[in-house]
């Protein structure tokens, strides 16, 4: 059982570029979540989905694109990358059992 | 969402109860008190969680006052591998913030031999 599976792990991009974090579950949970976090800061909702084809923005939404076409994935889009991108990025899959939430291992991006 | 308040930074010796507390005097009532950790900037790892009643599990306890504006998570014999950043929330489970969950600036507890 993978769990929650982000690609890549590691990313450098120049701003402007544009890209996709993806992130995969295999756990059938409708609930998904991106979060960022900046050095020495808690985790910030990016957007979340409550099932595919239903998506809705978080706390920092700006600058990023999110669909769910299907259950399993869950991909975030930056547009047009910025500096102040530059974070770590969680996607989570909640269990509508205990309502825990799994967490992927994150990717590490840095825009320059 | 309720607020929550963590001291930033606690030790504990190997083999003894680490006690973290948690001050969340905003929370609603149909807001659940949750715990997270995140070890080595991994992605966080889920604790336990509860409303009013203590809450036990394999890896740790949480004691939920009764007037429910603080908690205390208990890991009873804490190890090496228990150094972490522990996150203490409120989230309405089941309810229109389902899942989403605010991450504060959490409290480094560190381990030692």
């Known amino acids: 059982n993978a769990g929650v599976t982000q690609t890549p792990k590691f990313q450098v991009l120049k701003t402007g570029q544009s890209m996709t974090l993806q992130c995969a579950q295999d756990m059938n949970h409708e609930y998904m979540s991106w979060y960022r976090q900046d050095p020495g800061m808690g985790l910030r909702l990016i957007h979340y989905?409550?099932?595919?084809?239903?998506?809705d923005q978080g706390e920092v939404p700006n600058g990023y694109n999110v669909s769910r076409s299907t259950t399993e994935d869950f991909p975030l889009r930056l547009l047009s990358a910025a500096p102040s991108q530059t974070s770590v990025y969680f996607c989570?899959?909640?269990?509508?059992?205990?309502?825990?939430?799994?967490f992927g291992q994150g990717t590490r991006l840095t825009v320059v | 969402d309720a607020k929550t308040t963590q001291p930033p930074s606690m030790d504990c010796a190997e083999g003894r109860a680490a006690n973290l507390p948690c001050n969340h005097s905003?929370?609603?009532?149909?807001?659940?008190v949750y715990w997270y950790r995140q070890i080595h900037s991994q992605g966080p790892q889920y604790i336990i969680h509860?409303?009013?009643n203590n809450e036990t599990n394999e890896m740790a306890s949480l004691i939920i006052t009764e007037d429910r504006k603080s908690s205390t998570l208990i890991l009873p014999h804490a190890t090496l591998r228990d150094t972490a950043v522990y996150y203490c929330?409120?989230?309405?489970?089941?309810?229109?913030?389902?899942?989403?969950?605010?991450f504060g600036q959490g409290t480094i507890l560190t381990v030692h031999p």
């Open positions: 989570a899959s909640t269990s509508p059992v205990n309502t825990e939430a799994f």
């Open positions: 905003t929370i609603s009532g149909n807001e659940y």
């Open positions: 509860g409303l009013k």
């Open positions: 929330m409120g989230s309405n489970a089941g309810g229109t913030s389902y899942g989403k969950l605010t």
């Open positions: 989905s409550v099932g595919a084809g239903i998506t």
